[in-house]
Each structure stands twice: as C-alpha cells, then as structure tokens.
C-alpha cells in the first residue's frame, strides 16, 4: 500500500489510541468523504464518536458498535466496524442470544469493589472471569479504604478471590493508592466496571483531575449509591490514556466465557489437574485433589462451589444458543433412556 495513501494520524486520533496498525485496519474503508473515529458513547439510535474533526454524532449502520470501537462514518453514518482486539461482553440479562458489549479494545479492565461492602468475593470472581476472557488484563480496585480499619487485611482477602491480578487498596479521601491506578491508567485503554456506588466516577473524576463525570450522593437510608453513570463514556486522560466509565453493573451473566473462568480460578484448575482420575468429577471419586483441599481447608468451599457455579452457568448459556450442545446433550439422553428401558426389559424376564 502506498504510504500517502494512509490517513494522517492526526494528533486527536491518537489521544484516543489510534495507531499504525488501526490506520492499516481502516485504510480499506476510507473511501473520500469517510472519516475515521472511536465511539465515546453508545444511546439508542444514535453514536457519539471522536473524529479528527471533533466529536460527531452519527446513526449506527448494519453492525451497532459499541464504546471503544473504532469505527469509519459517512455523511453521518457508521459504515465499517473495524475488528476488535478485545470484547468485554456480559450475558445478556434479557436473555437474547448474543452477549451485550461493555466495552471493546481496552487494555486495562478496572474492577471496583467498594470496602463498605465488605469481602463479597463472588461478584469479583465473575468481573474477573469477563475480563481475563475479554482479552485484557484485570486490576481490583478496593475502593473507599479510608473507611476501613486494616485495609491490608481487606486486600490479601481478595487476593485469594483473585489470582494472578493485581489487588489496590484506593481511598478518593486520603489519595492513598489513585497512583498506581493512575499508572495503570496511563497506558492504553481502560474501562472502569463495578456495581453501582463502587466510586467509579469519583475515581474516572480523579484520574481526569476534574469534574468530568456525574458523582452520586449517598443515599442516607441505606448508603447506595445513586444511579449516575447513565452511559458507558469513553474519555482521554490527561495522562495519555483512554477511560471507559460504566455505569453500576446489577447482573453480570457469564456466556462463552469458559477460558475467563478457568484463568479466575487457576487455584482449582491446578488443584483439578491432580486428581487421581483425569475425568474427575470432583464427586466421589478416589484421589480427589479438590475435595481433598476442601476439606484440609486450603480451598474455600465457598470458592469451590462459585467455580462450579460459573462453569454451569456458562454450560447452560452456551446449551442455550449452541445446537450443536443440544442436539450431543439429546443424545445422551436418548441412550441413557434406551439404556433404561433395556434394563427394565432384563428385570421383567
Ligand atoms: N469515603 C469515601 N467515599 C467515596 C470514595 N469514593 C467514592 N465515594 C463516595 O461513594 C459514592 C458513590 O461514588 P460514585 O463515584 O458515584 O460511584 P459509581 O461507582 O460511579 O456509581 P454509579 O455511577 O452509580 O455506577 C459517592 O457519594 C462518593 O462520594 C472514597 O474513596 N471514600
Ligand atoms: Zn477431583
């Protein structure tokens, strides 16, 4: 391809990530008139999207993209999509067949876990198990510390909850901890997720150093948060990096996501890897190495049972939308029936 033919990357582009190989990947849509631009913000029927010339607002084409998606407009429509190099997707809670897009192409997925909560670990273990799957690296914020009183304590208990990531204990109050998620920050692009009132905007609000993002008050009656972040907005910091804010996540559903669990619990896939009896059910066989660390205490039973229900979660989400599943899952069934009703033939001679 020839060199003046690829389209300038413009200064503005590139505070929102675009970089040589994005150019590559636009290159064939970038037709004259055709402007490329990553997506800020998502709403019904409508795209926000920064471009070299500002920010646009355009209408979805064919595909809906989603926030982070770099993407190619015409006269105010999308007209490509360009291939995304990690999806964080969630089950759909109205149960469609497809997952619903948080987010596309970060880096970084921020997992906020407010202290006041207390240790909950089973909601992390499922942001963790969205985002190992989701292509980019985990980091769990322990949020609003300064209301704690061992706050190191707090953060080796989700560690357990989260192998292989890295676990921060963040204070908006004290600032203790805003610079290493502000070095995290700093690279790439990073979505912030969480449930609702985990301080996400107060820590998008921090690592902006403004007012950018809707704060919520805390609700005296019971100390939830307010609703606020209403859409998932895709910002650059001033520190070079690229911010997606979320707004509170109620249900997270895992779906195609059986890579992103194992990697959530590499403890009990390492533990499953030593069993006697390589198809193991972790039941009543002999040599059971799981059962074996449930009950020495080393794996928590708690942890255990939040693996198997993920991994049947996720079975059953893809049995849903996968026929191929049914149909080997019918089979079975079948046999095991045709099974039965030889065995009553045997009894009643
Ligand atoms: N004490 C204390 N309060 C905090 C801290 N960070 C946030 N808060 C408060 O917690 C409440 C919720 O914070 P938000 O930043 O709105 O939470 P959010 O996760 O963005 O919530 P949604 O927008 O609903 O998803 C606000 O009242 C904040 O002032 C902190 O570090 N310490
Ligand atoms: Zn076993």
Redesign the pocket.
């Known amino acids: 391809m020839s060199p003046d033919l690829s389209p300038d990357p413009a200064p503005v582009l590139c505070r929102y990530g675009w970089d040589a190989s994005w150019a590559q990947l636009a290159l064939a849509h970038l037709e004259s008139g055709h402007v490329p631009g990553r997506v800020a913000r998502v709403d019904r029927g409508r795209v926000d999207v920064h471009t070299e010339h500002g920010r646009l607002r355009a209408a979805p084409g064919r595909e809906v993209p989603a926030v982070g998606d770099w993407v190619v407009l015409a006269s105010s429509v999308v007209t490509a999509v360009l291939p995304r190099r990690t999806v964080l997707t969630r089950a759909d809670a109205s149960g469609r067949s497809e997952g619903q897009v948080l987010a596309a192409n970060v880096d970084t997925v921020l997992i ?1 876990v407010p202290a006041e909560v207390g240790s909950r670990p089973g909601r992390v273990e499922r942001l963790l198990a969205l985002a190992w799957e989701s292509g980019a690296t985990p980091v769990v914020v322990l ?5 704690l009183e061992d706050s190191p304590a707090a953060v080796a208990d989700l560690a357990l909850a989260a192998p292989g990531a890295e676990v921060v204990a ?4 004290t600032g203790e901890g805003l610079d290493v998620v502000a070095a995290a920050a700093a690279r790439g692009t990073t979505v912030l997720v ?11 609000n921090a690592l902006l150093g403004e007012e950018v993002l ?5 609700r005296a009656r019971d100390g939830k ?5 209403a859409h998932r907005e895709l910002v650059a910091l001033p520190s070079g990096g690229v911010l997606i ?1 979320t ?2 996540l109620r249900a997270v559903g895992v779906r195609d996501a059986a890579e992103g669990i194992d990697r959530a619990f590499t403890d009990v896939v390492d533990l499953a890897d030593a069993c006697r009896f390589a198809d193991c059910a972790h039941d009543h066989e002999p040599g059971c190495a799981v059962r074996a660390a449930v009950e020495a205490g080393e794996l928590p039973a708690r942890r255990w049972a939040a693996y198997r229900k993920l991994v049947r979660e996720d079975e059953w989400a893809a049995a849903r939308t996968d026929a191929r599943l049914a149909a080997e899952r019918r089979a079975r069934w079948k046999s095991i029936a045709k099974a039965q009703r030889a065995a009553y033939r045997e009894r009643g001679r």
Not at 143 to 147: F, N, Q
Not at 170 to 173: F, I
Not at 214 to 218: F, M, P, Q, Y
């Open positions: 906020a949020t609003k510390v300064d209301g963040v204070s908006a109050v969480g449930p609702s009132g985990a301080g996400k905007s107060t820590l998008a809707a704060v919520g008050e805390v948060g307010r609703h606020t972040t804010d707004p509170g």
